[in-house]
Nanobody, 115 residues
Framework: QGQLVESGGGLVQAGGSLRLSCAAS????????MGWYRQPPGKQRELVAT???????NYADSVKGRFTISRDNAKNTVYLQMNSVKPEDTAVYYC?????????WGQGTQVSVSS
């Protein structure tokens, strides 16, 4: 049973935008940090962005200035707004939520950027 459900992936042309969403089920309470990883084809998984319950954010250098992470605590949802996308952004994107020592993961959503 998936506890984090992702949506918003798909095909997009370089320079375009899309927004990923990740909703945690109601059974997951008191979430501390949420964020996004991605795994490009043939590469290791890499951290894209994180956001704490206090609103502190961190971004990978490769996406800084183009991507924005946000969260809606009332909906237990984290978003990744992706602007000015590049072909190198092509990857499977995974959201996570951290509560105490437990990490929950989304099922992954494919983002493909055409040049």
């Amino acid at each position: 049973q998936g506890q984090l459900v992702e949506s918003g992936g798909g095909l997009v042309q370089a320079g375009g935008s899309l927004r990923l969403s990740c909703a945690a089920s109601g059974s997951i309470s008191s979430i501390n940090a949420m964020g996004w990883y991605r795994q490009p084809p043939g590469k290791q998984r890499e951290l894209v962005a994180t956001i704490t319950s206090g609103g502190n954010t961190n971004y990978a250098d490769s996406v800084k200035g183009r991507f924005t992470i946000s969260r809606d605590n009332a909906k237990n949802t984290v978003y990744l707004q992706m602007n000015s996308v590049k072909p190198e952004d092509t990857a499977v994107y995974y959201c996570y939520a951290q509560r105490s020592i437990v990490f929950y993961w989304g099922q992954g959503t494919q983002v493909s950027v055409s040049s």
